[in-house]
Each structure stands twice: as C-alpha cells, then as structure tokens.
C-alpha cells in the first residue's frame, strides 16, 4: 500500500475526498476542472509507461443532478488499480480530455459521449452513434441516462 | 411474318434452352456440392454480441476431446470458405448488417446455425434498444441450438442432424 501512498501525496494538491472501493483499490475524488493536470502530474511522476487507463465508467445520479465519471487506472509498477472519480452537473456535462496526455482515452470519451451524452472539451473525435444504434442516435437520445426514453 | 421476327424466336428459344441448361447444371452443381459438404462441413464462426459463453462451448466442441475432425468438420479460416455459419450470441442492430454481409459472402451451399437463447429470440437481451433479435430475423436459419449456453455435444449434433448425418427419433423432430 505504500505505492498508493505515494500516489495520495502526489495527488493531494488535487484530492477532496478519499474511500475504498474494495481492498487494494483506493478511489480519489478529484475536482472536475483539475482532472487533467491531475493526470498529468501522476504521469509525470510514475512515468510515461506506468499509467494504463483501463475504463472509464459514467454513472447518471438523476437525484443529485450529476454524472459521475469513474476514471480506472491501473498503475503497472505497483500492479494496482486506482479509481478518480469526477462529478460533473448533468445540465453541463463538460470535462477536459485526456487524449493529450493519455491516447487510450479515446475510446472510453467517446463511449461516454455516445451513452451518457458528457461533453470532453479538446477530444474532436466525438461522434454519435459510436456504439449506439444509428435510430437513437439520431433522435438525440442518450441511452444510460436513466430518464431516457428508449 | 418476316426473316427477323423469325430469327428472333429461334434466338428466344435458343436463349430459353440455355436457360434451362444452365439452371439444370446449378441444380446438379448445388446436389453435388451439398452431398460433398455432407462430409466435409467447414465453419464459420460469428459473434454477433453474445456474452461469451456459446462461443466457448463453440470452440470446446472443435477440440479433439469432441474430435469433430472425425467427421470432417473444420473452423475455417474465412467465411468464404465457410459451409456452416455458426452465429453466438444476440444480434445487434450494429452486427445486423455485418452479419447479413459476411452470409452473402459465403459461397454457393450454405448453412446457419444459431446457438444459444440469444441467438434464437434475444435471451435476456429481448425488448433491448439495441438490439434487432435473433439471427432468424436477419438471415435465413437452417438450424437452432437451445440452451445457455448449449453442451459441446449438442453443437456437434445439430451439425449432424443438420447434415443428414444422425439419425433423428420421429417424437424429436419438429
């Protein structure tokens, strides 16, 4: 757990809250605005090939009026998973791309787009109808939302 | 009735014979094909959204503990080889049109076979969005495989059936 350790320091800059999703897989919330130089600084400090980002995972919470996106990573020299989770408002879905910093980005943005409808500022390959059938797409619905009418 | 008019029905009755000629070799083509395939059926495998689990038991029935090789049946490398097109899984609307492709790219004597629940009506996947049902819907199924997912042993026997190759109790046949 020490390697998660070091992660949390370098993060703490960026963190505003800490849980567990399950043992060994520690879960830091991070500012929506902060999430690529978040990113950035883990990269930098672990290393260009010690980052592989494995899912990202949107969750509607119509209740609270957010969308959470659950970023995980997975760090190669520890062997370990980490989750950063951001939450952005579900009348603005808006978050920066990682595509700079982490290419593999790409084809969980664009699932998240296409599903959930989350803007990511600075991808331009975002399209509709990537995974969803071309006749949703094209009403305008996003399928995972959970007020959708499918 | 003048020369041309003439000449032209003898052309008509030409071009009807060869007609003929050519669809009787299609029709003796396609018996030939169809008895060499009996013996020789090779497959085409295709995953049109399943969960994973019928394309196991697909590649568990090719394994020599099923030793399907016995009776001359391959994993072809191409659907264009491909006598049997062995569909897994749901059909989406995204693989409808791939599949409805790769079916018209098979050559001349062809078979479906669709296995599993998903593959039959949309299992679990049924009344989905995304989803166009079973593999009935899209391309001409010859025959099904229940189950989910369906033993080795039964993949292996509906090809046989299929194939005239087993015989069938009268109380099983539909």
Redesign the interface.
């Known amino acids: 757990m020490s390697g998660t350790n070091n992660i949390e320091d370098a993060l703490s800059s960026y963190i505003i809250g800490r849980d567990t999703v399950k043992p060994n897989r520690p879960r830091f919330h991070i500012d929506a605005g902060n999430l690529k130089s978040a990113i950035a600084l883990l990269k930098q400090c672990l290393g260009d090939e010690a980052l592989y980002l494995s899912n990202i995972i949107g969750v509607d919470k119509v209740a609270e009026g957010v969308i959470e996106l659950n970023y995980f990573i997975h760090v190669v020299p520890l062997g370990n998973t980490i989750v950063i989770r951001v939450t952005v408002p579900r009348d603005k879905p808006q978050v920066s791309s990682l595509i700079d910093v982490i290419p593999g980005a790409l084809s969980g943005e664009c699932e998240a787009y296409d599903l959930l409808g989350v803007e990511f500022i600075g991808n331009r390959y975002l399209r509709r109808g990537f995974?969803?059938?071309?006749?949703?797409a094209s009403r305008g619905v996003f399928?995972l939302r959970k007020d959708a009418k499918? | 009735m003048c020369m041309g008019d003439s000449a032209s029905i003898i052309y008509y009755r030409w071009f009807q014979r060869g007609k003929a000629f050519i669809s009787s070799i299609a029709v003796v083509i396609r018996v030939l094909m169809s008895k060499l395939i009996r013996y020789s059926p090779w497959l085409a495998h295709f995953n049109t959204g399943a969960c994973n689990g019928c394309d196991i038991e697909v590649l568990a029935s090719i394994t020599p503990i099923y030793d399907p090789e016995r009776y001359g049946v391959k994993l072809s490398p191409s659907v264009r080889h491909g006598d049997i097109l062995i569909v897994t899984g749901v059909v989406?609307?995204?693989a409808a049109e791939r599949l409805r492709r790769l079916y018209e790219q098979m050559p001349g004597v062809k078979y479906v076979v669709a296995v599993g629940a998903c593959a039959y009506d949309g299992g679990v996947f049924k009344g989905s969005?995304?989803i166009s049902g079973g593999a009935g819907k899209v391309i001409p199924v010859d025959a099904y495989v229940p189950g989910c997912p369906p033993r080795p042993e039964e993949i292996l026997r509906a090809l046989l059936i299929l194939l005239n190759r087993e015989r069938v109790k009268e109380s099983e046949r539909h």
């Open positions: 995974f969803v059938p071309v006749d949703v399928p499918v | 989406t609307k995204k969005y995304s």
